[in-house]
């Protein structure tokens, strides 16, 4: 917008509300057509939740680390048995309300607490343990893919939308034709405009949104994966501290806390 009124750009050109419903109008009619209401739903949430961040920082893996201690060393002294009324009910464990970032990730919460209740039932080898776990991941990812996938194709779709609103202005602009040039040149200008929203928003706008949606995505991805490196450490036999490296090293590196950071933590929840 600087370079365009450094060139003696007028900014009320731009300000076509007719392009801004036509391109509009199209691209939120045909992502209804397009996508089940389940998909719209969760594209909402997906874009507000973008908006916001995805808050996987170091505090919130910490909280994890401290959460997988408590439960580890729990089912060490009193064994498997003793995990049983915070896994069957979350939301009133003593141990998991005390971490909210955790306890507020339902899809964390689900995956956590459905895998201890497999090894609770037991039966389970442990390749057989991580096989089923891996796909759970999957299928979750293959959900959230959903929401960045749909707005995806109305991002691809702009530009040609953008077109179509600006050959609407054309044809307007030949009922002008016996206007004066200065009625003609505003007229055609107002149609390109149609062209100039459909490729901002696509890729200046829509975009960058899918992309920022996919990295959120990702993040809680790698949310998920250190909670499996944890739970199969544990579940091989390693000690509660040693599960909870095993967490921690699968934590993405601008995330990780350190050895001494996790040390400190281990011990506040001790």
């Known amino acids: 917008m600087g370079g365009y009124l450094m ?55 910490l909280d994890l680390l401290r959460l997988m201690y408590e439960t580890f060393q729990l089912a060490k002294k009193e064994g498997l048995i003793g995990l049983e009324q915070h896994i069957e009910h979350p939301e009133s464990s003593s141990i998991f309300s005390k971490y909210s970032t955790f306890l507020n990730n339902h899809h964390a919460v689900d995956f956590f607490c459905d895998t201890l209740k497999v090894v609770l039932n037991g039966g389970v080898a442990n390749h057989d343990l991580e096989d089923m776990m891996e796909l759970d991941l999957e299928t979750m990812h293959h959900e959230e893919s959903k929401a960045p996938t749909a707005l995806n194709t109305v991002a691809d779709a702009f530009p040609g939308i953008g077109i179509v609103a600006a050959v609407l202005g054309v044809i307007i602009t030949m009922g002008k034709i016996d206007q004066p040039a200065e009625v003609i040149g505003h007229s055609v200008s107002a149609a390109l405009v149609g062209t100039f929203l459909g490729i901002l928003l696509s890729y200046g706008f829509v975009g960058p949104l899918v992309k920022n949606m996919e990295e959120n995505i990702d993040a809680g991805s790698k949310y998920m994966a250190a909670i499996k490196s944890g739970v199969l450490s544990f579940v091989k036999g390693a000690p509660p501290i040693v599960a909870v490296e095993y967490a921690r090293r699968a934590i993405p590196l601008e995330a990780r806390p350190s050895f001494a950071e996790t040390e400190e933590a281990v011990k506040q929840a001790r």
């Open 7 to 61: 060139h003696g750009g007028n900014v009320l050109i731009l300000l076509q509300v007719s392009e801004f419903i036509i391109i509009g109008g199209a691209g939120i009619g045909s992502f209804v057509v397009a996508n089940t209401p389940a998909t719209i739903k969760a594209t909402i949430s997906g874009v507000i939740g973008t908006l916001k961040g995805s808050g996987m920082n170091k505090e919130v893996y």
